[in-house]
């Protein structure tokens, strides 16, 4: 494996992350929207990131290893991430501290929250650049857009 095709994973994986964050940017610009705009514009956001997986991921998974290869592995990612979520201390800020007890502060919780939630993405990143499926790039162009997306419309929640 060529050194470039890590490091275009690594830059991949970066945008995608720090989309987020320049999501929440235009919030300091914008004026409150309704809740029935807002959650129709978070539903469009989760759609692209679906349609990103379902197109981008799931169908070149099932040519490279068959579907219940797919299946199996759906099953294991969705497992580990329950695991992970209930035996590892974090915050979500609408709904409190989750996991076992922490004496840790709130802002390491919320930090290990936020890693829980882009792991998998990452993960997904890494993997597509790992193989050789450089036409993951539009995968992680569509995340990028989702993750800004996302970004921008969970702090107008707020």
């Known amino acids: 494996m060529s050194w ?15 989309a987020t ?16 705009l807002l959650d129709v514009m978070l539903g469009f956001s989760a759609g692209i990131m679906l349609a990103a997986t379902s197109f981008s991921l799931i169908v070149p998974a099932i040519d490279l290893g068959g579907p219940w290869i797919v299946v199996v592995g759906i099953i294991l990612g969705a497992l580990v991430l329950h695991l992970i979520d209930r035996f590892v201390p974090h915050l979500h800020p609408a709904l409190g501290p989750e996991g076992p007890p922490s004496k840790m502060s709130r802002v390491w919780l919320f930090v290990i929250a936020i890693t829980i ?9 890494g993997v597509s650049f790992g193989v050789g499926n ?9 995340w990028v857009f ?8 969970y702090v107008l929640k707020r």
């Open 21 to 36: 964050g320049a999501g929440a940017l235009p919030v300091l610009f914008t004026k409150k929207i309704s809740d029935r």
């Open 134 to 142: 450089v036409s993951a790039a539009l995968v992680i162009l569509s």
């Open 146 to 153: 989702g993750r800004y997306l996302h970004g921008y419309f």
């Open 117 to 125: 939630h882009n792991f998998p993405e990452g993960l997904a990143v």
């Open 4 to 18: 470039d095709l890590i490091w275009l994973g690594c830059i991949a994986s970066l945008a995608a992350g720090l």
